[in-house]
């Protein structure tokens, strides 16, 4: 039921959360100098930081075991227009490494073998180039995501109040993990939360609303989730939950982004209006290839809706097209 594909917006939503931890550090902009998250991780396949356009930042949620990421997203922010847009790459998208074809989310594994052999310095290393390879986008910086921290992040933050859209019944005794919700405005803290986005479908195996269409429908809830999320938190009254939240990310986030890279970019991050911030899917679709289910990313899409959104334009997207239609 809630195998690795399961926790997918664990991960984002620590993301969302560590965001909204660097956006609140523009109040406290004086103790930026003090904080400590970020140093001594140095990987090749990184590009250098540039002055004004996309700082992009892939993130990885892992599973317990730290061998494959539940999640893979590409997190740009335009230093032109302080636009935010986020590139979802789903877990079982196809790629070559070696002689093999593989799912990325084996990459992060496998580059930890690599590590063990003395042929790469970190784990990371092999998934960012894969993404690169896959975007033709430049990567600044990466964030490993430690998903036991979602709760304390969610907690630090004062919980969440969500619209649940639908009755929720699901058990697991296995797992204990106990899933009920009546539809409705509500307060969710940590657990709850938890709870929510683990949310596949009943017991009884019906799926309610767009968790029918499967992982295109789960990926909606998600998004909708992650927006609301990012709407109610990216407010100057969390200030004061500032050292909570770093505390947090510093035990459950593996990152190159250290507070240096948080002072250059506040003039960035405290403009970002957290209505507009955009969500994409890899385009693609998926298939069985000898017997073993992948997803095959589309590359002239990709490469189109690379051009259109994920680059550092001076206008935001869409900004041309609406000026024509004014016209």
Sequence with gaps: ??????????????????????????????????????????????????????VNILVMGTDDGGLRSDT????????????????????????????????????????????????????????????????GMPIHYFATVDLDGFK?????????????????????????????FKPGMQHLDGQKAHDYVRFRHNTDMTAPGDY??????????????????ARQKLQPQYLVKINDLFAVIRDHVRTNYTALDLAKHLNIIKNIDASKIETFQLPGEAKYINGISYYVYDEAKTAEMVQQYFQ????????????????
């Design 1 to 54: 039921m809630f195998s690795a594909k399961g926790k997918l917006i664990l991960s984002i939503t620590c993301v969302v959360c560590m965001v909204t931890a660097v956006f609140l550090g523009v109040g406290l902009a004086k103790q930026v100098s003090i904080l400590s998250f970020g140093e001594g991780v140095n990987i090749a396949s990184l590009d250098k930081p540039e002055p004004v356009g996309m």
């Design 72 to 135: 893979m997203m590409l997190v740009s922010m335009n230093g032109h227009t302080n636009q935010v847009n986020i590139l979802s790459i789903p877990r079982d998208t196809r790629v070559q490494i070696g002689k093999n074809y593989q799912k990325i989310n084996a990459a992060i594994g496998i580059g930890a073998q690599e590590v063990k052999k003395g042929k790469q310095k970190e784990p990371e290393e092999l998934p960012i180039e894969k993404v690169k390879m896959i975007t």
């Design 152 to 180: 304390a992040i969610i907690d630090a933050l004062g919980g969440v109040d969500y619209d649940v859209p639908f009755h929720m019944n699901y058990d697991d005794p296995t797992q204990d993990l106990h899933i009920h």
């Design 212 to 229: 029918a269409m499967g992982d295109e429908g789960r990926i909606r809830a998600q998004q909708a989730f992650l927006k609301e999320l």
């Design 312 to 327: 550092p334009n001076s206008l935001p997207p869409n900004a041309e097209d609406d000026a024509k239609t004014e016209e």
